[in-house]
């Protein structure tokens, strides 16, 4: 069974910094894309960042390019987000998602909610002004 469980989230002030974890399970971790999305209230779920497992090549949306840092530990079937410079804007439910890597996500990234196949619970991240 797939499995993905997000931790991390939290209330931080602005200019802070959050590091999430995505820990995954039931599937050949680095054969998989992970995506960081994020959804705040009446909005929609947004892709945030993305890491192919296999090579650790990375994409990052424009608004947190520079701020946000994914990584992978294939050891432990861990994808971690680390979140500095935090803004009040940033505050949201964190998801983490996986699909696998077949040749197409070899040649772009799969940044839309609806490219992945398997989704954590989310957790919530909070930045107070």
């Known amino acids: 069974e797939v499995q993905l469980v997000e931790s991390g989230g939290g209330l931080v002030q602005a200019g802070g910094s959050l590091r999430l974890s995505c820990a995954a399970s039931?599937?050949?971790?680095?054969?998989?894309?992970i995506g960081w999305f994020r959804q705040a209230p009446g909005k929609e779920r947004e892709g945030v960042s993305c890491?192919?497992?296999?090579?650790?090549?990375?994409y990052y949306a424009d608004s947190v390019k520079g701020r946000f840092t994914i990584s992978s530990d294939n050891a432990k079937n861990t994808v971690y987000l680390q979140m500095n410079s935090l803004k009040p804007e940033d505050t949201a439910v964190y998801y983490c998602a996986a699909v696998p890597e077949v040749p197409f996500w070899r040649t772009v990234f799969p940044t839309r909610p609806d490219e992945y196949d398997y989704w954590g619970q989310g957790t919530q991240v909070t930045v107070s002004s």
């Open positions: 039931g599937f050949t971790f680095d054969d998989y894309a």
């Open positions: 890491i192919r497992t296999s090579d650790g090549s990375t």
